[in-house]
């Protein structure tokens, strides 16, 4: 059974820092990965999508990595800012158009 | 493109009663379509996907008489919570997939469920 697990679940950091957001899933059958935002009480934007034949996506600020083998994916988001606050979730694409989301990590970003 | 709309974005009920939550492709066919639940500072937990033109596939633990999909058209999907309860009270996110892309889904903006 697919697992997707995101740490941290919790972070908060200064504006300007650059930030690692952390996504591991036990079965790297997967077709492929895709990272969110959810801002509160709101539904998803789609950040980034990375096939499960790429290695990197990059939008901007962002830029999300996959490794398939190790059953990871990070993403990356440099010079954040308190726009920036929101709860960030991966969730992997079994190929049925089946996504299992990761447990979310909730972002903040002080001004 | 690729926008998926919901409604009502919120619905507060009385215990018994059943609501009905709406979703819509409004600009391209959704051949399929997603019902998730998320309960407070957690994931998105699917509940089915929904066929057009077919009966819905119920995730394990999901009640199908209790939460009925109807996915009549290539642009809308229903979700019926029927004789709601409090313990049903949850934000549902709808999602479609079709025409526009079959790598991806499109969310909609969800629809808080208040059970009093």
């Known amino acids: 059974k697919q697992e997707v697990t995101q740490i941290p679940a919790a972070l908060s950091v200064p504006e300007g820092e650059n930030l690692v957001l952390n996504c591991s899933f036990t079965?790297?059958?997967?077709?492929?990965l895709q990272w969110f935002r959810q801002d509160p009480g709101k539904g998803l934007t789609s950040l980034l999508l990375?096939?499960?034949?790429?290695r990197e996506q990059t939008s901007g600020r962002l830029n999300a990595s996959l490794d398939k083998s190790s059953g990871r994916s990070t993403l990356y988001i440099a010079a954040s800012q308190p726009g920036d606050s929101a709860t960030y979730l991966c969730?992997?694409?079994?190929?049925?158009?089946?996504?299992?989301f990761g447990t979310g990590t909730r972002l903040k970003v002080l001004a | 493109g690729a926008v998926v709309s919901q409604h009502p974005s919120r619905v507060i009920c009385k215990s018994g009663t059943s609501v009905k939550i709406e979703c819509r492709s409004l600009?391209?066919?959704?051949?399929?379509m997603f019902w998730y639940r998320q309960f407070p500072k957690q994931s998105l937990m699917l509940m089915a996907t929904?066929?057009?033109?077919?009966?819905?596939?119920?995730e394990q633990g999901v009640e199908k008489d209790k939460f009925l999909i109807n996915h009549a058209s290539l642009t809308l999907s229903t979700l019926t919570v029927t004789s709601a309860h409090p313990e049903d009270s949850s934000f549902y996110i709808c999602s479609a997939t079709g025409t526009v892309s079959t790598d991806t889904q499109y969310f909609g903006p969800g629809t808080r469920l208040t059970v009093l």
């Open positions: 990375i096939q499960s034949s790429q």
């Open positions: 600009d391209f066919q959704a051949t399929t």
């Open positions: 969730a992997v694409n079994l190929g049925t158009y089946k996504y299992i």
């Open positions: 079965d790297s059958a997967i077709y492929n």
């Open positions: 929904s066929n057009e033109g077919s009966k819905a596939t119920y």
